[in-house]
């Protein structure tokens, strides 16, 4: 399989699945070092995927996540590390949101990434949502203004 291809991703995605299998519905050291793997390819091959195919799997391997942290049994040190996860995996999908063009949904993803990087003190991640939400607030600005124009110089021309 090609790296980035639908079948590389979901066979990352079916992997994961099954070392939760074998550690359990609250995952592992395995599986949290397999989440940390998937989150470094998607980043390694962002480009390589369609953007609407990887926001799906990245979105899917965030769901493990957020079903992990649903398990009372995790210890403090690991609840946060599936935070700090989850975190990334938002952000991801923020981006992922964004690149097709769903602003609502990127600012959404964006902000529970900050809100995950406040609450396990991950700075790198607080710092890179700050950026992208910087991003999303400037497009849609933007956006608003080039949707207020026509009516704004139909407006100027019944005056002229």
Do not use: K
């Amino acid at each position: 399989m090609a790296n980035g291809s639908t079948g590389a991703l979901q066979a990352l995605r079916d992997s994961i699945i099954l070392g939760l299998e074998v550690e359990g519905p609250a995952g592992g050291p395995q599986t949290r070092t397999s989440l940390h793997e998937a989150m470094t390819y998607y980043g390694l091959n962002y480009s390589a995927s369609p953007p609407g195919v990887l926001a799906e799997e990245v979105h899917q391997v965030r769901q493990l996540a957020s079903r992990m942290l649903t398990r009372h049994e995790l210890s403090v040190p690991d609840r946060r590390e599936l935070r700090r996860i989850g975190g990334w995996l938002s952000a991801l999908v923020g981006n992922l949101a964004f690149h097709l063009q769903d602003y609502a949904a990127a600012s959404v993803h964006m902000q529970s990434a900050t809100r995950l990087a406040d609450a396990v003190g991950d700075q790198w991640l607080a710092c890179w949502t700050l950026g992208a939400r910087a991003m999303i607030a400037t497009t849609r600005t933007t956006m608003n203004v080039r949707l207020t124009l026509p009516s704004t110089r139909s407006r100027w021309r019944t005056h002229l």
